[in-house]
């Protein structure tokens, strides 16, 4: 355990921060979901919507180094991708 003033601020501050970053990665997945529904349920209207909200989101996230860079550049292009097919199918 923490046995001085500054490792009981730091676990202080590691606590908040962890909070702050599981918020926001459940914010990310939540809207990623929203766009993997939309695209399953085949409405190509919702899902780019969904995809435009999404998208800043997941940038952000990656941003903040709560999720790669690479990672983030890679789960975007692929829900364009998917959203892209399924406009065109439609």
């Known amino acids: ?3 001085t003033k500054s490792a009981k601020k730091a676990v202080r501050k590691i606590e908040t921060r962890t ?6 990665r459940t914010r990310m997945r939540n ?4 766009v993997e529904e939309a695209i399953a349920a085949g ?3 919702q899902a ?3 995809l435009k909200s999404a998208e800043p989101l997941i940038a952000r996230t ?6 790669h860079k ?3 550049s890679r789960k975007i292009s692929r829900l364009t991708k ?5 406009s065109a199918s439609a």
Do not use: C, P, Y
């Open 1 to 3: 355990m923490a046995n």
């Open 62 to 67: 990656a941003q903040t180094s709560i999720l």
């Open 48 to 50: 780019l919507a969904a």
């Open 82 to 86: 998917r959203v892209k097919a399924l």
């Open 70 to 72: 690479n990672t983030a």
């Open 31 to 34: 809207e990623v979901r929203r």
């Open 19 to 24: 909070a702050i970053n599981k918020a926001q």
């Open 43 to 45: 409405d190509a209207g």
